[in-house]
């Protein structure tokens, strides 16, 4: 139990759904991440958001739309996905403005586009 | 660029000790982290580095040279649970974490 809880954890989406995954954490942190991990590649950063305000958004196309409602839940809408955006998608956070303080991850959905 | 290099596999033997190695070029730094990550499950915090030398933690202990941009994780005495995906990441000037793609750990009886 890392108390960021993702949900769901797996998910097959043909390329015209619409969809969202959820993140929530448990551990009074201030800011939140979205990030892509694909096989052997190093986790690519999406999205960050701190005090619920976004302050990251790493050239991610448009069919990737974050909401952050408070601090303590994020999501991430999903539409008209492509097959290349298959991959883990991890939620994280961490409490901002004390160096040194570690991202906390939660398990992750296991996007399948068809 | 910005750019974290560590070895893909590594294999070790049960009760051994394996040494995973990450070499890091980044826009200022801020300190690095190694990370654990089973197979379908969450990366799991192990360690930060923000001052030269090491840091021990039970069987697991890592280095850091800033001036040669270089860490080590050092795993001891090896057991089965230790198999698993070692991520290296480094805190950039503006705080934001680059990472690795991951070491895979093989540990073999």
């Known amino acids: 139990e890392t108390g960021v809880t993702q949900t769901p954890r797996h998910l097959v989406m043909g390329m015209t759904n619409k969809k969202s995954l959820k993140c929530e954490q448990h551990?009074?942190?201030?800011?939140m991440y979205w990030y892509k991990q694909s096989a052997k590649k190093p986790l690519e950063l999406m999205f960050v958001?701190?005090?619920?305000?976004?302050?990251e958004n790493n050239s991610v196309p448009s069919r990737f739309s974050p909401e952050c409602p408070n601090s303590s839940h994020l999501f991430l809408h999903l539409h008209t996905l492509q097959p290349e955006d298959s991959a883990l998608y991890l939620c994280?956070?961490?409490?901002?403005?004390?160096?040194?303080?570690?991202?906390?991850f939660g398990d992750g959905t296991r996007l399948s586009i068809l | 660029g910005q750019n974290i290099d560590q070895p893909t596999e590594m294999t070790a033997t049960e009760g051994a000790i394996v040494q995973i190695n990450c070499t890091y070029q980044?826009?200022?730094?801020?300190?690095l982290f190694w990370y654990q990550q089973h197979a379908g499950e969450a990366p799991t915090f192990l360690s930060y580095?923000?001052l030269d030398g090491l840091e021990e933690k039970g069987r697991f202990s890592s280095f850091l040279s800033r001036s040669k941009g270089y860490s080590y994780l050092l795993l001891k005495e090896l057991q089965m649970k230790d198999s698993a995906s070692y991520l290296c990441?480094?805190?950039?000037?503006?705080?934001?974490?680059?990472w690795g793609a991951g070491t895979k750990l093989i540990i073999k009886p």
């Open positions: 994280a956070s961490s409490q901002e403005g004390q160096g040194g303080q570690p991202q906390h």
């Open positions: 551990l009074g942190h201030n800011a």
């Open positions: 958001y701190n005090f619920k305000e976004q302050t």
């Open positions: 980044t826009s200022g730094f801020n300190g």
């Open positions: 580095n923000v």
């Open positions: 990441a480094v805190s950039d000037s503006n705080y934001q974490l680059i």
